[in-house]
C-alpha cells in the first residue's frame, strides 16, 4: 500500500477455531472470500484495503492539477491515462474490500468524515510540470516496491488486484522518469525545474514506507498473518538502492549528503528521515491536506447524481431480466 500505517491495534491471537486459516497460511496458501477467518484479520485487511483504496483516488488530485497545464498533446494524454489508471486502481481496491463484507458508501464514509488515512504524500502541493515527473518516478516507484509484496499478500482478492495494479504503476514510474530525462537533459531553466523538483519529493517518497521498524507497531502482526512480507525498513532501503543509480542516469542530485555507497553491505546508506513532519502531515498539518479533503468532498456530492442514476438504471434493468423469459438454448 501507500504507506503509512500507524492506527495501533491491539494484538489479537488467532483462535484454535481458526486451525483451518492457521493451516491456509502454514502452506502459503490464499485465503479467499468464502474461507472463515479471524475477525481481527478480516477488520485488519480491511482498513488496510480502504486506506490504500483511499489513497489511490485522492492521489488522483495532485495530478489531476496539471492535466489543463501539460505542455503537449501527447503529455496531456499520457497524464490523463495515468489519472484515469489510478480511479481504476481505487476501484479494484473498494470492490477487494467488499469481499470482505465492507460496504463501499461506509468506506468513503469514513475518508470524507476524517475517520480513515490516505497517504500523506497527496498532501504536498504540485508546483511544476517536473511534479509530474518527480511524482511518476519517486513516488510510483516507491508505490511499487510497497505493493509489489502485496501481489503474495494471503488475502486472494487482495493479491489479485494488485497484479494488475504493479503492471499499471510501472508504467506510471517510466513515464515519471521519461518526464524527468527530458528536463534534466533541456535547457538549464528546465534542469533546474527538474532538480527542484527531486529535492521536493525524495524525503516524503522515504516517508511512504511509514515509520522505522522498531516503532511499527502493526509490523509483527501483519507478517504473521501474510500480508506483510517485508518491514519498512527493508522495503525503505530496497527503494533506495533501486533509485539512486537511476537519479544518477538522469544526471540528478538527491537531496542527501549523507548517501554512500556501503560496499560492505552492498546497500546504499541514507541519512537520518526528519519523521516529525510526517506525524504533522499524518495529523493533517500538510500543505494541502484540508484542500484534498475539501475536494474529494466537493467531488463526491457533485457525482451523487450519476451514482443516483447508475442506480436507477441497474435496477430497471434487473426488472427487465426479470420479467423476460429465459432464452431458449439452441
Ligand atoms: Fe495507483
Ligand atoms: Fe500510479
Not at 490464499?30 to 474461507?35: K, N, Q, S, V, W
Not at 489479485?160 to 528536463?183: D, N, P, W, Y
Not at 522515504?206 to 507478517?223: H, I, V, Y
Amino acid at each position: 500500500m501507500y504507506g503509512n500505517d500507524f492506527t495501533q491495534q491491539p494484538i489479537v491471537e488467532i483462535a484454535e477455531d481458526d486451525a483451518d486459516f492457521q493451516a491456509i497460511l502454514d502452506a502459503d496458501g490464499r485465503i479467499e472470500p468464502r474461507d472463515a477467518m479471524p475477525e481481527a484479520y478480516r477488520k485488519n485487511l480491511i482498513r488496510q484495503i480502504a486506506q490504500h483504496a483511499h489513497s489511490e483516488i485522492i492521489g488522483m488530485q495532485p495530478e489531476g492539477n496539471w492535466i489543463t497545464r501539460a505542455p503537449s498533446l501527447k503529455r496531456k494524454a499520457i497524464l490523463m491515462a495515468k489519472v484515469q489508471d489510478e480511479a481504476g486502481h481505487g476501484l479494484y481496491l473498494y470492490a477487494a474490500a467488499e469481499t470482505l463484507g465492507a460496504d463501499r458508501a461506509d468506506l468513503l464514509d469514513l475518508l470524507h468524515t476524517g475517520r480513515q488515512k490516505y497517504s500523506s504524500i497527496f498532501n504536498y502541493p504540485t508546483l511544476t510540470w517536473a511534479d509530474m515527473g518527480a511524482i511518476g518516478w519517486l513516488v510510483d516507484g516507491a508505490g511499487i516496491v510497497n505493493q509489489v509484496p502485496l501481489c503474495r499478500c494471503s488475502y486472494g482478492p487482495y493479491a489479485r488486484a494488485m497484479v494488475r495494479v504493479c503492471k499499471e504503476e510501472s508504467f506510471h514510474q517510466r513515464q515519471g522518469f521519461e518526464i524527468l530525462h527530458t528536463l534534466s537533459h533541456g535547457t538549464p531553466a528546465q534542469k533546474a525545474m527538474a532538480q527542484d523538483a527531486v529535492d521536493r519529493w525524495w524525503w516524503p517518497s522515504l516517508m511512504m514506507f511509514g515509520p522505522p521498524d522498531e516503532s511499527s507497531p502493526n509490523t509483527e502482526r501483519s507478517m504473521r498473518w501474510g500480508i506483510k512480507r517485508f518491514s519498512n525498513d527493508e522495503l525503505r532501503q530496497r527503494f533506495v538502492d533501486m533509485t539512486v543509480p537511476q537519479a544518477q542516469a538522469l544526471d540528478l542530485t538527491l537531496p542527501d549528503p549523507q548517501l554512500s555507497w556501503d560496499a560492505a553491505t552492498g546497500h546504499w546508506e541514507y541519512g537520518a528521515i526528519d519523521f516529525t513532519e510526517l506525524f504533522e502531515v499524518i495529523k493533517g498539518n500538510g500543505p494541502c491536506n484540508a484542500q484534498r479533503m475539501a475536494h474529494r468532498r466537493r467531488a463526491h456530492e457533485e457525482g451523487a447524481w450519476v451514482r443516483e442514476a447508475a442506480l436507477a438504471y441497474a435496477t430497471k434493468r434487473d426488472a427487465e431480466r426479470e420479467a423476460e423469459p429465459p432464452a431458449a438454448v439452441a
